[in-house]
């Protein structure tokens, strides 16, 4: 299985919107409705955001939404603060019993 | 409130093994599956091994499968992960985590692992 396709970074200021894509194929985000999201602060472990495409696990922060067309998984984050600067990562479940990660995005708050 | 800990990591030479370490508690360990997955210095996440809430069905990355071997013990809800004929590449930081609607809902801290001679 291939790592999920995500970009290197993103940037934004205080209060804009951004999205970071995740893209994969029909074997994983495009096959199941089982695409997670993780965040990921330096020396820390991950934390889940997103889990089954676009439901937030109770404690996050309803800026955080996510969506999925077909082999491609997004995930949006409004009303940017300086705590969201982190590094993200998306996740599929795929064929065969397997789980892939994307390569990580760094989100830098201008 | 839920919490896994990882334990075991160390230093071991090429060619070598080693068996990580990861407890629950908090929530019924025995009605959730359990991965491991772990980090390499400064890169990406790698999912490594499943393993079903009743111990029944164990699954694994190609990089690591008929080298590493995943367990559990619910009386003492504790996870393993046995690391054989370990590689330069197998170094990294393993966590252990959760599984909940397919996806890693806790993490703990992990348990650095460096193979090395």
């Known amino acids: 299985q291939s790592a999920l396709t995500q970009p290197a970074s993103v940037s934004g200021s205080p209060g804009q919107a951004l999205t970071i894509s995740c893209t994969g194929t029909s074997s994983d985000v495009g096959g199941y409705n089982r695409v997670s999201w993780y965040q990921q602060h330096p020396g820390k472990a991950p934390k889940l955001m997103i889990f089954?495409?676009?439901n937030r696990p109770s404690g996050v922060s309803n800026r955080f939404s996510g969506s999925k067309s077909g082999n491609t998984a997004s995930l949006t984050i409004s009303g940017l603060q300086a705590e969201d600067e982190a590094d993200y990562y998306c996740s599929s479940y795929a064929t065969s019993n397997h789980w892939v990660f994307g390569g990580g995005t760094k989100l830098t708050v201008l | 409130q839920v919490q896994v800990v990882e334990s075991g990591g160390g230093v071991v030479q090429p060619g070598g093994s080693l068996r990580v370490s990861c407890t629950a508690s908090?929530?019924?360990?025995?009605?959730?599956?359990m991965h491991w997955v772990r980090q390499a210095p400064g890169k990406g996440l790698e999912w490594v091994a499943h393993?079903?809430?009743?111990?029944?069905?164990?699954w694994y990355a190609d990089s690591v499968k008929g080298r590493f071997t995943i367990s559990r013990d619910s009386a003492k809800n504790t996870v393993f992960l046995q690391m054989n004929s370990l590689r330069d590449e197998d170094t990294a930081m393993y966590f252990c985590s959760r599984d909940s609607n397919w996806s890693f809902d806790y993490w703990g801290q992990g348990t650095l692992v460096t193979v090395s001679s």
């Open positions: 089954a495409v676009n």
């Open positions: 393993m079903s809430f009743d111990g029944r069905n164990q």
């Open positions: 908090g929530f019924s360990f025995s009605t959730f599956g």
